[in-house]
């Protein structure tokens, strides 16, 4: 599991502390636009009239106020009016609305027309001609499914755009516009979760404690871009974090999943890196996790955290299950004893990640060494390494 960023919803402004002159990266606005619209809506300060008993000054009789919902997906004020009074009697005619809303006939006419233009209403064989709403439902899954498509490809034009600005604009190369600064706990996943998905090859971390949100909550984008893309993760964790209880079982299911994991003592930082293009630095003040990370960009700096996660990765100890070859009677809970004890974990992080407790670790470890015919674990671990079990 690649490293958190933390969670809490401190939401401010992305384009905070980037320098002066500068605007929020054009694939970030993006992202920003789209979250909002998708999650809450544009704030829009009016509001449109919907049946009521109590007429409001300035709006028709039989009205009130209330804040405009359709109008994220394209759907002006008359309209959704006209829309949902309709949508309540299911079916009516233009009179028996003009009773109800109030509107000139012309005006309703109009709007009538439209909807059944956008396929919002339809208008049934008769006379008087009577119209009837398709069900909100339907509607609403069809307009946002649109308003999705749109958004993504907005999303794929800004990412081209950002990408040719970034080659082009000489003042990349300025020092000072080489990392970013990212505020916001809100902001800095939303960049975390980006960087998986603008990677092409491989994301590569560094996780250690302290952590802002929940350790074993999971990395719900990393599942989808390993199941979907084929992305390569490789992660280095402290031994410090596979002793949280629960941490370890989560991190065995992103190895299972095909994540390439590794244990160190003493990981200096958290670190993610997209490919050789990007790293993202969480920030840390006095021992906690702030809301804040650095977002580095092309450079020697961003070299030189590749060269850390290379170097920490090589001496690393790797966490993953037995190969072939292991002796009958192993049962696959001994499979992952044996994995664990390779990762360098400690008999009681084995026992809270396997479910058990201490002492059935003790006597499994004993079990598997005189299978091997080994009197010390270390003696154990050296027949594993010779049968390939590791």
Request: glycine share 8%; net charge positive.
């Amino acid at each position: 599991m690649t490293p958190s960023v933390g969670s809490r919803q401190v939401a401010r402004c992305p384009t905070a502390s980037m320098g002066p002159g500068r605007g929020a990266p054009t694939d970030d606005l993006v992202s920003l636009i789209i979250s909002r619209t998708m999650s809450q809506g544009v704030h829009v300060p009016d509001s449109w009239p919907v049946p009521d008993s109590e007429p409001k000054p300035g709006y028709p009789a039989g009205t009130r106020r209330r804040k405009r919902m359709w109008h994220v997906v394209g759907i002006p004020g008359p309209e959704e009016s006209v829309y949902e009074t309709l949508a309540r009697r299911r079916q009516a005619t233009v009179n028996e609305l003009l009773d109800e809303l109030g509107l000139s006939r012309a005006r309703l006419t109009r709007t009538l027309r439209r909807l059944v233009d956008r396929g919002l209403v339809t208008r049934l064989p008769g006379r008087p001609a009577r119209y009837a709403a398709v069900p909100p439902d339907q509607v609403a899954a069809s307009l946002i499914a649109e308003r999705e498509r749109d958004l993504l490809r907005l999303r794929a034009h800004a990412r081209e755009l950002a990408e040719e600005i970034r080659r082009r604009d000489p003042v990349r190369h300025h020092p000072a516009e080489l990392v970013e600064v990212i505020e916001g706990a809100a902001n800095v996943r939303a960049t975390f979760v980006r960087l998986q998905r603008e990677a092409r090859v491989q994301i590569r971390g560094l996780d250690r404690p302290p952590y802002l949100d929940n350790p074993v909550a999971g990395n719900a984008e990393e599942n989808q871009q390993l199941t979907d893309r084929g992305l390569t993760y490789r992660v280095v964790y402290d031994q410090a974090a596979l002793a949280i209880p629960g941490r370890m079982a989560e991190i065995w299911q992103g190895i299972q999943r095909g994540e390439r994991a590794r244990v160190a003592r003493d990981v200096p930082m958290k670190l993610v890196i997209c490919d050789d293009r990007l790293a993202l630095v969480p920030v840390l003040r006095d021992g906690y996790l702030a809301d804040a990370a650095y977002l580095v960009y092309p450079s020697s700096l961003l070299d030189a955290f590749s060269a850390l996660f290379e170097a920490l990765w090589e001496r690393a100890v790797a966490i993953n299950r037995i190969g072939q070859g292991r002796p009958a009677g192993l049962s696959a809970r001994d499979t992952d004893l044996i994995g664990l004890l390779a990762s360098g974990a400690t008999d009681e992080t084995i026992a809270r990640t396997l479910g058990c407790s201490v002492r059935t670790v003790h006597r499994r470890v004993h079990q598997i060494m005189a299978s091997v015919g080994a009197e010390t674990r270390f003696q154990a671990g050296m027949e594993a390494v010779r049968r390939g079990w590791v």
